[in-house]
């Protein structure tokens, strides 16, 4: 029997069709995973005349924020179904509109359905479209702390955009922090916190270290002017390197780059990517917003239920400290979760890998605390 073989030509055309199909079919679920959750609306709050803790006054602070959902309102008109969501340093509420952390969060019948939940994700002060240094003050913007951010995000929820009362705060990294001090500062605000790669103390020991390298090579870096840069002083370089070290699992590193090349070549991608879109005063004015944290003498005050989640190959927040877990018992309803080092994790940033902590959110949401 004959064999019937296909001409190279018609070969050709059906390989480029089938190429052209599995693109469209690609771009199609892409385009289902992104609709998977409602569009966000976005939006500013501007306050006037915003006193700082440290004296300072800046006559309009603007926070921008993301919002999802709708609102379901209680018979005084405010917002009773809120869900707050704290993103890290130098970070922005957009951070959360992606397909590993939206995308299996925010859908129809997923733990945090924006059909059920009205959730809030700001920028938080000197990040992303809030006011920050690089708006034009530079160096002479307000030294900010922790606890302004966490007053103007208060404000913003409660004042502008009328909760009553939020269901739960999840809080990562920076946002972690602030969760913490949001329970202490309004206890009967919210049901539940949690709060996602922190430690509940003072910001110290190998934490502080790096945190105050990565602020001396701007400060000290003649390039920088005292804030009166005319460029990117090499001084920001040198400190996003220093932060992409201390971030990431050192396991994961040796596997992603195995070698001495192929090592340099990710570290520069990296920077320069985020070296797009960082500017040297907000990036040291993030850093040093860390300096007055510590919200363990008032882990008593806080009355909303905590589940706390930390991962063990976190570098900047090590397991072997034992602050966790010494902690967590002064708090009146709180629990610990430790997630082992494996092949999911990913060091510092492990709580965008919500398939290793989104089970804790029912629980959480479930809660009825301060009413």
């Not at 693109?23 to 006193?51: H, K, N, T, W």
Request: net charge neutral.
């Amino acid at each position: 029997m004959k064999t019937m073989t296909m001409p190279s030509t018609l070969r050709n055309h059906v390989r480029r069709w089938l190429t052209l199909l599995v693109a469209c079919l690609l771009s199609c679920l892409r385009i289902a995973q992104a609709a998977s959750y409602p569009a966000p609306a976005e939006g500013d709050y501007v306050m006037r005349d915003f006193a700082f803790a440290s004296g300072e006054v800046l006559p309009e602070l603007k926070l921008h924020y993301l919002a999802l959902g709708s609102p379901v309102r209680d018979e005084t008109g405010m917002v009773t179904n809120a869900v707050l969501v704290l993103h890290g340093t130098g970070g922005r509420g957009s951070a959360f509109l992606t397909e590993q952390f939206a995308g299996t969060l925010f859908g129809p019948g997923q733990p945090l359905d924006a059909q059920r939940y009205y959730l809030i994700l700001p920028d938080a002060i000197g990040t992303g479209k809030s006011s920050k240094p690089s708006d034009g003050l530079r160096a002479r913007f307000p030294r900010y702390t922790y606890e302004d951010m966490v007053k103007a995000q208060y404000r913003l929820v409660q004042e502008h955009l009328r909760v009553g009362h939020l269901r739960l705060i999840i809080g990562t990294s920076m946002g972690c922090m602030h969760a913490w001090l949001w329970g202490e500062a309004y206890p009967d605000f919210m049901d539940a916190l949690l709060p996602m790669a922190c430690l509940p103390v003072a910001i110290a020991g190998r934490n502080r270290l790096q945190r105050r390298l990565m602020m001396d090579a701007i400060r000290n870096d003649p390039e920088y002017r005292n804030g009166d840069y005319e460029k990117q002083p090499r001084g920001l370089f040198i400190a996003l390197e220093m932060n992409f070290i201390a971030t990431a699992s050192a396991e994961k590193l040796q596997r992603r780059a195995p070698t001495a090349q192929a090592t340099d070549k990710l570290m520069e991608e990296a920077v320069r990517e985020r070296l797009a879109t960082i500017d040297a005063n907000d990036y040291l004015f993030q850093w040093d917003s860390s300096r007055t944290y510590d919200p363990s003498p008032g882990l008593e005050k806080i009355r909303a239920k905590v589940v706390a989640i930390n991962s063990a190959d976190d570098e900047v927040n090590p397991p072997e400290l034992g602050v966790m877990e010494r902690e967590i018992g002064r708090v009146r309803d709180g629990r610990y979760i430790l997630i082992p080092a494996g092949e999911k994790t990913i060091g510092h940033r492990t709580f965008y890998v919500t398939e290793l902590w989104k089970s804790v959110l029912p629980e959480l949401l479930e809660t009825r605390v301060g009413r």
